[in-house]
């Protein structure tokens, strides 16, 4: 019989900013209540350390002692709430994506298509003395499927039909919800912006937009990069840091205008547009709102540019609409994968990853 469970879900995302933990009440009808969250900062030289990783400028060593390293940072960041609100019953780990190559490739006859998120379950169980879910994408990757989106699954449970749920962080991707809801990522989401607001500002990201809001957008610029193959290719897809590469953003800004106000406003717009883009052009069922989440939901220029790409009919909202905490959003959701873990309930949506069959994803460690 199912009974409500009490979890800390944990999340830490393409832009590697902090590792969100949220306590949360998850009820057997998959609704979730947000007791208490907080952002957790990775220290500087783990982070410095997961960016070479990122950029292949690492050693095998790097990554097995950074496996453990960031299971003590996600463990660290559980104790802040047990330490006040006692232990949960669980604790639901995404971890740090580190790799993502979700292409049908083959060596040997053999697939390639993998992901890899790091940060030892075993170690969060051991510190937290709490049972620990971890290494969800690998089932569905197993199953066919991409890994991701995975938090359409819960989407598809929050949201009312002809509603597309946005989450703008690094990476863009939107969940469809309809009669057989879908989802893929867009494309870039706020990873191009952070870099340059680093490069030419050493800030790192854009609060507020307002470093876009006094540039002006380079229309033949964008124009250029709305061209990108990814972004006319077919979902089920899924991108991330692999694919817009520091390279491939250097490469990019061979060819933006001379002002870094403009280059932050042009990157912004491009997100807005892609975006929209990709509605018109792979979402046939009617749209009646978009619903914003992420860190793009507190970007105001990011905003008006999706107001201005968006059809008028469309409604433009965030998840605190709804009363979901646009910031621990995600960590929500993997609360709620979790639960289904622990209760043996099928969590992908393969109308999402591509995936040939419904399966349970992630793994138990006890304590």
């Not at 390293?69 to 709430?81: D, P, R, S, T, W």
């Not at 061209?227 to 077919?234: G, I, L, R, T």
Request: proline share 4%; glycine share 8%; net charge negative.
């Amino acid at each position: 019989m199912l009974e409500s469970k009490k979890i800390i879900g944990l999340m830490s995302g393409t832009s590697c900013d902090s590792i969100d933990a949220a306590l949360c009440e998850v009820m057997p009808d998959l609704s979730c209540k947000l007791i208490s969250g907080i952002n957790y900062k990775y220290p500087e030289h783990i982070r410095a350390k997961l960016f070479q990783i990122f950029k292949g400028d690492s050693s095998v060593k790097d990554l097995c002692q950074m496996n453990f390293a960031v299971g003590e940072c996600f463990a660290n960041a559980c104790q802040i709430l047990i330490s006040e609100f006692g232990k949960p019953d669980l604790i639901s780990s995404h971890g740090q994506t580190i790799y993502h190559y979700p292409f049908d490739e083959k060596l040997d006859d053999l697939s390639l298509k993998s992901t890899m998120q790091i940060g030892e379950s075993s170690v969060i169980a051991r510190k937290t003395g709490c049972m620990t879910v971890s290494n969800f994408r690998e089932a569905d990757v197993a199953a066919g499927g991409d890994g991701a989106p995975l938090v359409c699954f819960v989407d598809d449970r929050w949201f009312k039909k002809g509603t597309a749920v946005q989450n703008i962080g690094g990476i863009s991707n939107v969940t469809m919800v309809c009669d057989e809801t879908f989802g893929f990522d867009t494309g870039v989401g706020n990873i191009m912006i952070d870099y340059c607001m680093n490069k030419f500002y050493s800030k790192p990201y854009d609060k507020n937009g307002e470093t876009a809001s006094k540039g002006k957008v380079c229309e033949s610029w964008l124009d250029c990069l709305m061209q990108d193959d990814y972004y006319f290719k077919n979902p089920p897809k899924t991108t991330g840091r692999e694919y817009f590469s520091p390279n491939y953003i250097e490469n990019a800004l061979k060819f933006a205008p001379e002002k870094p106000e403009d280059i932050i406003a042009t990157l912004t717009a491009l997100t807005a547009k892609t975006i929209a883009t990709a509605y018109e052009r792979f979402i046939t069922v009617p749209i009646n709102e978009v619903v914003v989440g992420g860190g793009g939901a507190y970007n105001l220029q990011m905003m008006k540019f999706l107001r201005h790409y968006l059809p008028n009919h469309i409604e433009l909202k965030t998840h605190e609409d709804y009363g979901i905490s646009n910031n621990y959003k995600e960590a929500m959701a993997f609360a709620v994968l979790g639960y289904c873990t622990y209760y043996n309930i099928p969590n992908n949506l393969p109308s999402c990853t591509g995936a040939n069959k419904r399966v349970v994803m992630g793994k138990l460690t006890n304590c």
